[in-house]
C-alpha cells in the first residue's frame, strides 16, 4: 500500500496550472504561496492520513477544506489533490458548491425574502408594526436599503426589523434548508464504502445547467471535499477537516474579483458573510488543522485570539 511518505512534501512543485474541483465554471490559477500554505497542510496531516488509510474499512479516507469565500479553499484543494496523485494516493476533489437546493439567483432571492419576512414578524411581535412604517419598508426595500446600519440608526424600529431578519436569515444560512446535506452524505458513504462509481451532481448558474456525471473512483483513495460547509454538524463521514480563517472582509474583496454577484457591495450581503463567519468560528474547534490568516498553523486557542 503506497503511503504519503513517498511524497518529498518539501520538494512538491506544482504547475500553474492543474486539475481543480468539480464545480461548473471555476477555474485556479496555483502562486507560491498557494504551495507553502499547502506544504504546511500536507506535513500536519501526513501521519493522520496514514493512519486512516489503513483503519479504513474501505481503505478511503475523507477531507474537508472550509472557511469563508476567498479563504483559498479551491486552490488549497487542488494543490493536496495534485500532491496526492503525484504520490500515487488517487484524490478526487469535489465542490459542496453543487449541492444547494437552489440556483445562486433563487437562493440569493430566498435568502433576501426570509430576512424581509423576519423583520416584519419581529415589527409585529414587538408591536412596532404599523401602515406608516409598511410605507416606509417598501420605499427601503425599493432601495435596498433594510439592511444597511445607518437606517438603523435613522429609525430606531428598525433595529427590530433587521435583528428579526438576521435571525430567520440565520435559521436558514447553512442549515438542511439551504443545503442538501442528505444527497452530500450519501456521496460520502458510498465513497467510504468502496463503490466504484457514484453519481454526482452539477450545478451551474442557471435552471438550464444542472445534470449528473457519473464518477469512476476506482483508482481513488482520498476525497478532497472543498466548501464553506466542509466542518458543518449536518455533514457525516469528513475524517480530516482543514479550517482556512479568513476574515468577512477578504471574503468580500474575492467576491468583488469574482464579480459574479450584482450586491456583492450590499449591506445586506455584508450580513450574510457576517452570519457565515459566526458559523465557521462555533465550528472551529473541530477542525484538526487550522490555518491563519498569514498561512500558518495554529492552535484553537490561538485561532480565537485572532479573531477577538
Known sequence: MQMLRTLDIDALDVPEQIPHGDMPGDGVTIGQDNIERAKTVLSAIQGTLE?????????????GVCGGSGSGKTVMASVLGYALNQAGIGAYIMSGDNYPRRIPAANDAERLHLFRMGGLR???????????????????????????????????????????????????????????????NDIIARFRRGEKRIPLKRMGREETAIWYETVDFTATRVMVIEWTHANSDFLKGVDIPIYLNSTPMQTLEHRRLRNRDAQTDSAFTTMVLNIEQRKLDSQAWKAQVILSREGKKITYSAYRRETE
Open 51 to 63: 493512519r486512516r488509510l489503513k483503519e479504513s474499512a474501505g481503505g478511503r479516507v475523507v477531507i
Open 122 to 184: 419581529g415589527l409585529l411581535a414587538s408591536g412596532e408594526y404599523s401602515d406608516d412604517k409598511a410605507v416606509v419598508l417598501r420605499e427601503l426595500w425599493r432601495a435596498d436599503a433594510d439592511a444597511e446600519p445607518e437606517t438603523a440608526r435613522k429609525l430606531p424600529w428598525m433595529q427590530t426589523y433587521q435583528q428579526a431578519g438576521a435571525q430567520a436569515l440565520s435559521g436558514y444560512l447553512g442549515t438542511p434548508e439551504e443545503i442538501d446535506f442528505d444527497e452530500v
